[in-house]
């Protein structure tokens, strides 16, 4: 069963792609009342909603003349084009922590990207991406097993380069091509927690595959991105 999103959850949401639409900085906000109103829900729910929105810096309130908006919170903007998993490579105050590492069966869709048995058994390592110190990304990753044991133990490797650069740059796997996927998604029990978020909050999915240079899959990855945190910019050159 679909855990319930919690109603002051979906308010912050709704309120954030309204204000972003139609505020500029400095805009006063609407009273606790009139959001009351709008969205036929309790002050307590309103509240915890603004709550969110002060710890963020989205909001300020000045005591005697009512509640502000500083601004929309602060992203990372990146091109779909680029693979996921870049996108605090390079970053001051980024780091990866691995938080789990495990073998045993891939889950079904898992096995059929990487062209393996449904019992046959992979490497899954669950790592953290963080800007300093604010969790941005929780990443699975999925490797056959030969391969994922050769890194199982390589840990300092594994905070200072991409998964798939110790492959191609270490372990000569030569990363040809990749097959990337973004979906809107709502988080999970299973990395909710180490998001920092809710469970049923959205969050942003990036699937990855990489194939070496004749065809054959050579790991697999699943990224989860706080919406919140996180956002993509595209260029179109050909509008028609």
């Not at 490797?157 to 110790?166: G, R």
């Not at 040809?176 to 996927?181: G, L, P, Y």
């Not at 990395?191 to 697999?220: K, N, Q, S, W």
């Amino acid at each position: 069963m679909r855990p319930q999103v919690p109603k002051y959850v979906t308010i912050k949401a709704l309120l954030e792609a309204r204000w972003e639409r139609t505020m500029l900085p400095g805009d006063r906000l609407p009273s606790e009342t009139e959001l009351c109103a709008t969205f036929s829900v309790s002050r307590a729910t309103i509240q915890q909603a603004l709550q969110l929105f002060e710890q963020e810096g989205v909001i300020r309130r000045d005591q005697g003349r009512g509640t502000f908006y500083v601004g929309p919170a602060q992203r990372t903007e990146q091109e779909p084009s680029q693979l996921l998993e870049t996108t605090i490579r390079g970053r001051p105050g980024a780091e990866i922590r691995i938080l789990r590492k495990s073998v045993g069966m891939p889950p079904a869709h898992i096995a059929m990207r990487l062209g393996l048995a449904r019992e046959d058994r992979v490497v899954t390592l669950e790592r953290l991406g963080l800007v300093e110190g604010a969790p941005l990304v929780f990443i699975y990753s999925y490797l056959p097993l030969e391969t994922g044991m050769k890194i199982f133990e390589v840990e300092e490797h594994l905070k200072q380069m991409t998964l798939a650069a110790l492959l191609n740059d270490v372990y000569g796997y030569r990363i040809a091509s990749v097959r990337q996927t973004i979906a809107a998604r709502l988080s999970d029990p299973s990395f909710a927690a180490d998001l920092g978020i809710d469970v049923g909050v959205p969050v942003l999915e990036g699937e990855r595959t990489y194939y070496a240079g004749d065809g054959a899959p050579v790991f697999c990855a699943l990224s989860y991105y706080r919406g919140d945190r996180h956002s993509f910019t595209m260029s179109v050159k050909d509008w028609r």
